[in-house]
């Protein structure tokens, strides 16, 4: 599997974008996924993940109700709808798969990452 992370660009405070991570390849189904940010000078953190049926959500506290994560399997293709978008979300996104049904928040539980996109959230 290979990921296609898109959808970044410049938003003002209030506003919405949302990514897409496209994956290649015929066993995305297999995967969970998950959405983390890394802005400049600070780790990368969990945002949101998505077990591998699109059951099951998680998020960073704080997060819950801004952002939303989903999945079409059929499109083998995971999104990131935020909304309210505050300048501290600013940062460069990455989506993340972890074989398995499960998400979970390290960084070294992922098995492949996206390129990433940047998130410019302006005040």
């Known amino acids: 599997v290979q990921l296609q992370a898109s959808g970044g660009g410049l938003a003002q405070a209030g506003g919405s974008l949302r990514l897409s991570c496209a994956a290649s390849g015929r066993t995305f189904s297999t995967y969970a996924m998950g959405w983390f940010r890394q802005a400049p000078g600070k780790k990368r953190e969990f945002v949101a993940g998505?077990?591998?049926?699109?059951?099951?959500?998680d998020y960073k506290d704080g997060l819950k109700g801004r952002f939303t994560i989903s999945r079409d399997i059929t499109k083998n293709t995971v999104y990131l709808q935020m909304n309210s978008l505050k300048p501290e979300d600013t940062a460069v996104y990455y989506c993340?798969?972890?074989?398995?049904?499960?998400?979970?928040?390290?960084?070294?539980?992922?098995?492949?990452w996206g390129q990433g996109t940047l998130v410019t959230v302006s005040s």
């Open positions: 998505i077990s591998w049926s699109g059951r099951n959500t």
């Open positions: 993340a798969a972890k074989y398995g049904s499960s998400w979970s928040a390290p960084t070294s539980d992922y098995d492949l």
